[in-house]
């Protein structure tokens, strides 16, 4: 089976990150120590913020960001066409996740969009990077949220290496996450980061991962939790780092074979980025007519492992579907997208061999 995503590990960087965790290990320093300041350092030297931090995961850093930003009793816009963590997270610090729609054939929400699900108890605002692709309307929306007063992060999860004019995701709004999770472009098993120029917000986070500390654990002055990534973790993390621009630009590679076999394709239609996408997924839209889960199956028999981002968008699964009484209908553009989207293998070691069967599946499978 070629599988749709495989974490990049390179058996040359196996013996080194065993050795620097003996040396963990031996100094008995498991968390918060060497290789966490190594790692975060290196991270906000490549996305070039004055911040990062690691934390156990994504999700928990947009629970601490959500603590930040005060959104207990109020309102955070996220898109439904996303992964479901960001509206658990919302939840978790007390606020109200209200959801907004793509635009239409596209993965991402537009300031139109986001502006429909605008109430007077929105406090601000996360905006999703899908598949590695930035927002095109990423400056209308950042002037919206200067003028009205909200909070604007960024979830670079799928992200890591993307760019516009020069400025890496995880620099664009006021603080952004990042997941290192066993699937993403780079990862340490489970992790999170968080990215920011604003040191108020780095020193609520600093103290909110590890109990809410201020000098040490004696002078608690925030709702913390155990949220901090560990020396092990930062360890795998580091080696990453060190391959993400050449791994981001392997990405672009294999994605541009697929954009010239699957161009002008009359039940395809291709998701361009705008800026360079680190492409965690490469993801196409096909036409009404054809039956994406009839499409997957065929293409599981040909060995040919295929995923999407997002099915079924957040207000369709059955807790939010429980607990918010959502309906099909509500956000028609994410659903038509979510009812459509294919995810093709994507990952650093595919070789030409494997993208060839891919492509030739797809073509044979559609004919
Ligand atoms: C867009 C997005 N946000 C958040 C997350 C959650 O990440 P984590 O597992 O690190 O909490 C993911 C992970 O799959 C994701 O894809």
Known sequence: MIPNVKPTIPEADIPLILRDIKEILLSRQ?????????FESAFKDYVGTAHALGTSSCSQTLQMLFQYFGVEDREVILPTLNFISAANAVL????????????????????????????????????????????????????YCQREGLFLIEDCSHAHGSQIDGVKAGA??????????????????????????DS??????????????????????TIGGGWHMTEMA?????????????????????????????????????LKPVGRSAYYKYQVLLSPEVDRQWLVARLGELNV????????????????????????????????????????????EMTAAEQQTVIDAVLGVLR
């Open 92 to 143: 978790w610090a007390g606020g109200t996740p209200v959801f907004c729609d793509n635009g239409t054939s596209s993965l991402l929400p537009t300031l139109e969009t986001i502006e429909a699900s605008r109430t007077g108890r929105t406090a601000g605002l996360v905006l999703v990077h899908i598949t590695g692709h930035i927002n095109p309307e990423l400056s209308a929306i950042k002037e």
């Open 234 to 270: 930062a360890v795998l993390g580091r080696y990453q780092l060190g391959h993400l621009e050449e791994w981001v630009t392997r990405r672009g590679e294999l994605a541009q074979v697929y954009d010239r076999a699957f161009a002008r394709h009359p039940k395809l239609q291709l």
């Open 200 to 221: 108020r917000i780095a020193d609520y986070v600093l103290s909110a991962r590890h109990q809410g500390q201020g000098q040490d654990l004696t002078d608690c002055s």
């Open 172 to 197: 664009l709004c006021d603080a952004a996450v990042f997941s290192m999770f066993a699937t993403k472009v780079i990862t340490t098993g489970t992790g999170g980061m968080l990215t920011t120029n």
């Open 30 to 38: 498991l968390v918060l120590g060497r290789n966490l300041r190594e």
């Open 305 to 348: 492992q295929c995923g999407a981002v997002y099915h079924p968008p957040i207000h369709l699964q059955p807790v939010y579907q429980r607990k918010f009484n959502f309906r099909a209908g509500t956000y028609p553009n994410a659903e038509d997208v979510a009812r459509r989207v294919v995810a093709l293998p994507m990952f650093v």
